[in-house]
């Protein structure tokens, strides 16, 4: 493995994360509800290209938004935990690199699924879907409200690029011991076996009332785990 030369309780790229990702919560509680004319989550919350609010840069911008506080924290907890001892094994520019590729990866399978849901969903209606793209929907028709939802919701949240950073810990870190609910002693390994699994159970279930983008999880988890065996390969020092 890899030996840092120094170890930092805050590394610069996770110190540097928590702060963006609180000044955009910060911006984002700041201007609901007031006259600004500025809708922050409309410009930087991920849209489906369906949506007249899709730009690309969301991409990027929608993994530094949260929903409300508690999102924020626990993406942030699970960043400061896991993701400051990756960047002291890995370094500033590894660690950086590999949070955006999952982030991005992640927003990628979110939109493929999505995007297949869409047309499942339409089902050769085109009516329903030029609904869906101004915010309305056909009562007479059972799938054009929640074509509608899938068209018009935006996702926020650090978590496919979070679930990246904890598949990269389990993987490098097998066998450490992980505490659920501060008592109960997991290996890495199990830990981000069974949350996955979760995860795709959950997604598969495809629950209308459930608004956790689940396969952005996995997709960060696959994004990452392409990218450490690409590194794995191509660096004997990897780890």
Request: a positive charge; proline letters at 4%; zero cysteines.
């Amino acid at each position: 493995m890899y030996r840092p030369a120094s170890f930092s309780q805050l590394p610069l790229v996770v110190k540097n994360l928590l702060i963006i990702n609180g000044l955009f919560f910060l911006a984002t509680i700041s201007l609901q509800g007031n006259n600004t004319g500025i809708d922050i989550v409309k410009w930087f919350g991920l849209h489906q290209f369906q949506s007249p609010d899709f730009m690309p840069h969301q991409l990027i911008t929608h993994f530094f938004m949260h929903a409300n506080f508690t999102h924020l924290f626990f993406n942030m907890f699970a960043l400061w935990m896991f993701g400051k001892i990756l960047e002291n094994v890995w370094g500033a520019k590894r660690f950086l690199t590999y949070y955006m590729i999952t982030g991005i990866g992640a927003a990628f399978v979110h939109l493929a699924v999505s995007q297949y849901q869409i047309f499942q969903l339409a089902n050769n209606v085109p009516e329903i879907l030029e609904l869906a793209k101004q915010g309305l929907y056909n009562t007479g028709n059972a799938n054009s409200l929640r074509l509608t939802q899938l068209v018009t919701t935006p996702t926020v949240g650090a978590s496919g690029a979070v679930f990246g950073i904890l598949l990269a810990f389990g993987m490098i870190f097998p066998n450490t011991l992980l505490y659920i609910f501060f008592a109960i002693p997991v290996k890495a390994k199990y830990f981000v076996i069974v949350y996955g699994l979760i995860e795709l159970y959950s997604g598969i279930s495809n629950n209308p009332a459930d608004n956790v983008a689940h396969f952005a999880h996995l997709g960060g988890m696959l994004f990452g785990f392409i990218l450490l065996k690409y590194w794995q390969k191509n660096n004997t020092q990897f780890y």
